[in-house]
């Protein structure tokens, strides 16, 4: 965990160090690295004989989080979005 908190703390501080130049470059190795850790990833799993012999169950578990993030997610933004129309003052008549 000290590791994680020091590799944050190290991008904070090159960060601050280099905020005032032409950084163009940086979303596509930002890119490339994301691609290159999903590989790692993938070749991390795939090697794993557990994961392969029990992923129809990885695969519903993982489906039934994303069904009830999303509705949850939805049930949430409505009922702020009715919290915010109640509270706005209404609109004048033309």
């Known amino acids: 965990m000290l590791t994680i908190f020091a590799v944050i703390a190290g991008g904070i501080i090159f ?3 280099l905020c005032n130049r032409n950084l ?6 930002i890119t490339f690295i994301i691609w290159a850790l ?3 990833l993938g070749l991390e799993v795939g090697s794993n004989p557990e994961v392969i012999k029990g992923i129809g169950t990885l695969g519903l578990t993982a489906f039934l989080i ?3 993030s999303v509705a949850g997610s939805i049930i949430a933004s409505w009922l702020l979005w009715c919290i915010i129309r109640r509270t706005s003052p209404t609109k004048k008549s033309l």
């Open 66 to 68: 994303f069904l009830f």
């Open 38 to 40: 999903l590989l790692l």
């Open 15 to 17: 960060g601050r160090i």
């Open 24 to 29: 163009s470059y940086l979303p596509r190795i």
